[in-house]
């Protein structure tokens, strides 16, 4: 069974300061790793996906197959960047028709 | 823009009623889903749909039904609404699944209810 992991449900950092926020999962294929994100008041969006090897709003994510881990990285937070963050997981091909798999979201809050 | 929407952004039902909570969707995906969100639990799969008439349960589908007649609309029903299904409930749509394709997950805005 797939499983992901965000092991803080609060960080709060000054702005300025870098943040990471954690994300492991287990699953036995080669998954699709996603950060979602849902500011206040906003609907829940993309943010960025490990495939694209991006980078949004200076947000970068690394897939690490050894340690399973998909962190969520910023050098310089900004206040802007307070929102509730989502890592998830999608199932590669088969009958997962495009599942995701959540986890259970951090609460980044960036102070002035 | 892609564009989910939701009957309702507030909806308070009492114990015992039958509740609809609707959702469309106006970019022609083939996959729609319905989620509750709740502090601490993240987001969990109710039902998913990837086709018309074509439904498949989540993690967590006991106490809920699913209906999708069209293409763009899929509805979930709580056939006699308990407190414990007080959350906020999201929709969300995508394409089928495929190699190299964006497969990114698009999301209503939400519907909170209340059972009282």
């Known amino acids: 069974a797939q499983r992901v992991t965000q092991p803080e449900k609060l960080l709060s950092v000054f702005k300025g300061a870098p943040v990471e926020l954690k994300c492991n999962y287990s699953?036995?294929?080669?998954?699709?790793l996603f950060w979602y994100v849902q500011y206040s008041r906003q609907r829940l969006q993309l943010l960025l996906r490990?495939?694209s090897r991006e980078s949004i709003k200076g947000f970068t994510a690394d897939l690490n197959k050894g340690e399973t881990s998909f962190h969520l990285k910023k050098p310089f937070a900004q206040e802007e960047d307070s929102a509730m963050y989502y890592c998830a997981l999608m199932s590669a091909g088969g009958t997962s028709y495009g599942k995701l798999t959540f986890g259970q979201g951090t609460i980044l809050t960036v102070h002035p | 823009d892609v564009k989910v929407t939701q009957s309702s952004r507030y909806l308070v039902k009492r114990t015992g009623e039958k509740v609809f909570l609707e959702c469309v969707q106006d970019m022609d995906h083939e996959n729609m889903f319905w989620y509750r969100q709740d502090p601490g639990l993240g987001l969990r799969l109710i039902y998913f749909?990837?086709?018309?008439?074509?439904?498949e349960k989540g993690d967590i589908p006991e106490g809920y039904s699913v209906s999708r007649e069209k293409k763009e609309r899929f509805s979930l029903i709580l056939e006699s609404a308990s407190t414990n299904q007080t959350s906020m409930y999201l929709c969300a749509s995508s394409f089928r699944q495929r190699e190299g394709r964006k497969n990114e997950q698009y999301f209503g805005p939400g519907t909170r209810l209340t059972v009282t």
């Open positions: 699953y036995s294929g080669s998954p699709e």
């Open positions: 490990h495939i």
């Open positions: 749909s990837y086709d018309v008439k074509m439904k």
